[in-house]
């Protein structure tokens, strides 16, 4: 069970909008709109961030969003912060009743 | 409010059993999709089982036929019964809800370590 493609680092400065992708196959991503975003910080569970392609739970700064592109998703930070820095990760269903996650990105603020 | 803790997390040696727990609060597991997923040291997180409201269950290749997860709805609890662990299993379990896999961002799993 192969992951989802992130890449492994992504960095911006305080202010800037950053994009997070995550590519998958039409097994899981290009399919079903199951798709979720995790913010991690060290030793820590993660926290959801988006579920659902682009939902948000009522607790999570509107700062972080979603969408879809055929096999890829994207994760798009607003106003970045440097609490920001973290790693990221995403999920999808894929076929036969299975979840996957990508490898995770590392998110450094400069 | 969410709440899940895990428990049982131990150091086991290679072919040896553990059960781990997640208890829950401020819902009733028997309405949600319940999962476990793994983090190995310095990695990436692993889907590794979910269990249906109905009590369907399903598996991540590399435990199927080792791992089985299950879950008392009286006690509010799920838990996964790990056999013939492998070094390879060593990881933090958490528990998670929904198909959204939603965390309790305020947990920190239960730490699995089989020496290899």
């Known amino acids: 069970q192969s992951a989802l493609a992130q890449p492994a680092s992504v960095s911006g400065s305080p202010g800037q909008s950053i994009t997070l992708s995550c590519t998958g196959t039409?097994?899981?991503?290009?399919?079903?709109?199951?798709v979720s975003w995790y913010q991690q910080y060290p030793g820590k569970a993660p926290k959801l961030l988006i579920y659902?392609?682009?939902s948000r739970p009522s607790e999570v700064s509107d700062r972080f969003s979603g969408s879809k592109s055929g096999n890829t998703a994207s994760l798009t930070i607003s106003g970045l912060q440097a609490g920001d820095e973290a790693d990221y990760y995403c999920?999808?269903?894929?076929?036969?009743?299975?979840?996957?996650f990508g490898g995770g990105t590392k998110l450094t603020v400069l | 409010e969410v709440q899940l803790v895990e428990s049982g997390g131990a150091l086991i040696q290679p072919g040896g059993s553990l059960r781990l727990s997640c208890a829950a609060s401020?819902?009733?597991?028997?309405?949600?999709?319940m999962s476990w997923v793994r983090q190995a040291p310095g990695k990436g997180l692993e889907w590794v089982s979910i269990?249906?409201?109905?009590?369907?269950?399903y598996y991540a290749d590399s435990v199927r036929g080792r791992f089985t997860i299950s879950k008392d709805n009286s006690k509010n609890t799920i838990y996964l019964q790990m056999n013939s662990l492998r070094a390879e299993d060593t990881a933090v379990y958490f528990c998670?809800?929904?198909?959204?896999?939603?965390?309790?961002?305020r947990g920190q799993g239960t730490l699995v370590t089989v020496p290899s």
């Open positions: 039409s097994s899981d991503i290009g399919t079903y709109n199951y």
């Open positions: 269990i249906h409201s109905g009590g369907t269950t």
């Open positions: 998670a809800r929904g198909w959204e896999l939603e965390f309790d961002p």
């Open positions: 401020g819902f009733n597991v028997r309405s949600h999709y």
């Open positions: 999920s999808s269903y894929r076929n036969s009743n299975t979840w996957v």
């Open positions: 659902g392609v682009n």
